[in-house]
């Protein structure tokens, strides 16, 4: 059975840095996609970085292009979300979603099949 934990949300200062992990079980990560969603109150849920397919080919969100980094550890299972120079409007639920045995075609949360319960990141400013 697939199934992804994240951890690592939390509140900070706007210009702070979080990093969110995401830990997994039963996904293949030179196989299928992985990434980052979030949702603001009152917004839809968007994509904010995803490895497309395997980890070869990535995608952000214009907004957080240069201020968020996507990696792997592959011994640990974990995805990871670096995010630096945080901004107020970062301020989301964050999620792990994958599609197990797929491609994200656009980065975009109806893609998914596997999602976490999500973890809450704040940016006071």
């Known amino acids: 059975q697939v199934q992804v934990v994240e951890s690592g949300g939390g509140t900070v200062q706007a210009g702070g840095s979080l990093r969110l992990s995401c830990t997994t079980s039963?996904?293949?990560?030179?196989?299928?996609?992985m990434g980052w969603f979030r949702q603001a109150p009152g917004k839809e849920r968007e994509g904010v970085a995803c490895f497309m397919w395997g980890a070869y080919d990535t995608y952000y969100l214009d907004s957080v292009e240069g201020r968020f980094t996507i990696s792997i550890d592959v011994a640990k299972n974990t995805l990871y979300l670096q995010m630096n120079s945080l901004k107020p409007e970062d301020t989301a639920m964050y999620y792990c979603a994958a599609k197990s045995h797929g491609i994200y075609q656009h980065c975009e949360s109806d893609e998914a099949n596997v999602w976490g319960q999500g973890t809450q990141v704040t940016v006071s400013s």
């Open positions: 039963g996904l293949n990560f030179h196989e299928d996609a």
